[in-house]
């Protein structure tokens, strides 16, 4: 079987936001270390594969996000996807769902994280099930609550690539408008 193509993601990166938040994300969460993926909250994954990433579709990102506001929000509690995922619900999200629906929207062959006709909420993972090694849902409640609320205010997404599989490095950064 032929390995899968490297992929790419388009997120809003919230490791500077709050840094004990950002510790607990690292605790709960330690695959993502040497993934080199921070605690973030994604706006389009996947996006394009990686090999196919040209200056053009750069430049479409650059003035997509160049011509939006600044986003804000603030983390306010702790919910999962039952039997998959933790995560820090953003409120109010109502910027964010609309810039994450006109990326989607932008790119109708990168559906979210691969499923066509999936319209998923806005959500800032704290650790993934699936590994043992991570945190259990209660885990993640109870580490991340007495943090909450942290505001966020993000003025620019950032472009996540594979270098190797399930290793990520930040290509490129795209501001928000001022």
């Known amino acids: 079987m032929e390995p899968r193509p490297l992929q790419t993601s388009i997120t809003l990166v919230l490791e500077h936001v709050d840094?004990?938040?950002?510790?607990?994300?690292?605790?709960?969460?330690p695959e993502r270390i040497p993934e080199h993926i921070p605690f973030s909250l994604t706006l389009l994954y996947p996006w394009l594969p990686a090999a196919e990433v040209t200056e053009g579709e750069l430049e479409r990102l650059r003035l997509f996000f160049s011509a939006r506001p600044p986003l804000e929000f603030q983390l306010t509690r702790v919910t999962e996807f039952a039997g998959l995922v933790a995560y820090?619900?953003?409120?109010?999200?109502g910027e964010l769902r609309e810039t994450m629906r006109a990326l989607w929207a932008m790119?109708?062959?990168?559906?979210?994280y691969g499923r066509p006709g999936f319209d998923p909420p806005p959500h800032a993972t704290l650790t993934r099930y699936a590994n043992p090694e991570n945190a259990t849902f209660e885990e993640a409640k109870a580490r991340v609550e007495p943090l909450l609320p942290v505001r966020c205010v993000l003025t620019e997404a950032t472009l996540q690539e594979e270098y190797e599989l399930d290793r990520m490095r930040i290509r490129e950064r795209f501001p928000f408008s001022r």
């Open 19 to 29: 840094s004990e938040l950002a510790r607990a994300h690292r605790e709960l969460y």
């Open 107 to 112: 790119y109708p062959q990168c559906p979210p």
């Open 88 to 93: 820090a619900v953003p409120e109010p999200d």
